[in-house]
């Protein structure tokens, strides 16, 4: 009798301590139970199997659900932020930020309207600028914990534990919007502005720290409300953590090469009467800083140009030169709209020689170049067909050239007088992408036309291109030109897209960017 009544008041205990620490939470429109989970620090299997719901796991909007109040983040599901000052997200765009946050869409409205009617100017030398009455002057302190929070290049970490010494307090500025009776905190961090968001429902706890990891678990077949969207959701589960230190330094090589834009790229042009051309080129922008005034920003920065040639005509003459300049890049970006122009000085050289049983001919020119480059990129939302188009000119200005020339036979090498030419030429182009497989740009089919006019033989030509590119790093065209003086050609060309490359390669896990311009990040942020 004894142990029945221990028994029972065992049963009773455990079910009122059950009770306590079960609440309630009114689904909102575009939730779904994997994206709940996270917010309670449980998952949705448990979420699912705590509200009996079975396959397909259908929830509606104004349901309410069975959830943890107090959650005890257990320190193998958690994150555990050591060193405030490390992987700092910066200056980047914090709306690209909010958009990655696993939240219900309309708190996810609801924070950036605050945040766009609150932020008006932001100078990356100087701290973002906000109004004064949209936040709240907060710290964070050891064992505080937050839902998510962004690292770096957008990099998302969930059950976040802030685990340093207790004498340290981080300041930070709070906004807090309220969404179907729950509050959301979002917090901004001054020493890193790593973004983070929380509710009432997340407790500090700090456990002993342990190995962990993330994986991918399958969503439910369909726990969706109405017709919402669910993004594939990142769970926590126990793993290695990976090298702070090699995190630090990738974060370091991901704000340099988002800073940056560089490109090469080579082909080959057959000529009608049988002559044949091999062509480089390489281009380099880099942006140490810029202004900020949403919803455009003004970037300048360092460029260096490079380009050559080889070939041989269909009379046996070899030719072969090659450019190298540098100057500065300046560019106005706007979500749908980017201008650019650029200004380089460097030298041409070019090289020729013919050789007969008479003898061998051979001349050498150096040229001193301006070139002028200028563009406008526009950008649709449309999802498959015309998405973008670009314009451009570009003119290179012959400001100085000396010519040497010899002819070699049996009886020596006497030079000879050449009068050199004038290098200068002008080429206006466009290119309009075609069609897209979707917005992630994985695959653009793309054509494009240049006309182009060389004052050294006045020769004027229309080349015609057509290819395909891939994810925004590799491109493949082939090409028609038509020629009033030199002979017509028929041409293949390749490009790589370095930064784009590296970028991928650094963050894999990163889809393509949905952000407004160019990511400059913070000139100021260091290790």
């Known amino acids: 009798m004894r142990r029945a009544i221990q028994v029972c008041l065992l049963f009773i205990a455990i079910l009122c301590g059950s009770l306590a620490e079960a609440g309630t939470y009114k689904v909102q429109k575009g939730d779904c139970l994997s994206r709940i989970a996270p917010r309670f620090g449980t998952t949705w299997q448990k979420l699912a199997a705590d509200n009996n719901l079975n396959s397909p796991y259908v929830i509606y909007a104004g349901q309410e659900l069975q959830v943890p109040t107090a959650t005890n983040l257990d320190s193998q599901q958690a994150y555990h932020w050591r060193n405030p000052g490390s992987m700092p997200f910066g200056r980047r765009d914090w709306t690209k930020a909010i958009k990655s946050f696993d939240l219900p869409d309309e708190v996810k409205s609801a924070i950036m309207n605050k945040l766009d009617s609150a932020f008006y100017k932001a100078e990356f030398d100087q701290d973002p600028k906000w109004q004064d009455d949209a936040f709240e002057w907060t710290v964070i302190k050891p064992g505080d914990v937050f839902h998510q929070m962004v690292f770096g290049d957008y990099r998302i970490k969930n059950n976040v534990v802030a685990d340093w010494s207790s004498d340290k307090a981080v300041a930070a500025r709070m906004f807090t919007v309220e969404v179907g009776g729950e509050k959301y905190y979002f917090f901004e961090p001054l020493v890193c502005r790593n973004w983070s968001w929380r509710t009432d429902a997340l407790q500090p706890q700090i456990g002993e720290a342990k190995p962990r990891m993330k994986m991918l678990l399958p969503l439910p077949p369909s726990p969706f409300v109405e017709d919402a969207q669910v993004a594939e959701v990142v769970n926590p589960m126990p793993t290695e953590d990976k090298n702070p230190i090699v995190e630090q330094w990738i974060d370091k090589a991901s704000q340099i090469i988002n800073r940056t834009e560089m490109s090469v790229g080579g082909g080959r042009e057959w000529g009608v009467d049988g002559g044949q051309t091999d062509y480089w080129w390489g281009n380099l922008n880099f942006f140490p800083g810029g202004l900020e005034i949403p919803p455009e920003a003004f970037l300048k920065g360092i460029a260096l140009q490079a380009d050559g040639f080889a070939g041989q005509s269909s009379d046996g003459f070899n030719y072969s030169g090659s450019y190298f300049g540098i100057g500065g890049v300046f560019k106005k ?195």
């Open 333 to 527: 970006a706007s979500p749908n709209v980017v201008n650019e122009f650029k200004v380089t000085v460097g030298k041409r050289e070019d090289f020729g020689d013919i050789s007969s049983n008479a003898g061998t001919y051979e001349d050498h020119q150096e040229t001193k170049m301006l070139r002028l480059f200028a563009s406008r990129e526009n950008k649709s939302n449309h999802e498959h067909w015309f998405p973008r188009s670009l314009v451009y000119g570009d003119v290179g200005l012959d400001i100085g050239h000396e010519k040497s020339a010899t002819w070699t036979d049996a009886s020596g090498q006497y030079p000879i007088t050449v009068e050199p030419g004038d290098k200068t030429f002008y080429r206006l182009g466009a290119d309009l992408d075609i069609w897209q497989n979707n917005k992630s740009k994985e695959l653009v089919f793309r054509t494009g036309g240049v006309l182009s006019h060389r004052l050294e033989n006045s020769n004027t030509g229309l080349q015609i291109k057509a290819g395909a590119v891939y994810k925004e790093i590799l491109e493949v065209f082939v090409s028609a030109t038509d020629n009033n003086v030199d002979a017509d050609s028929r041409g293949i060309s390749v490009g790589f897209n370095i930064s784009n490359l590296i970028k991928r390669w650094l963050n894999p896990d990163s889809k393509e960017e949905e952000g407004r311009y160019l990511d400059i990040g913070n000139p100021n942020d260091s290790i």
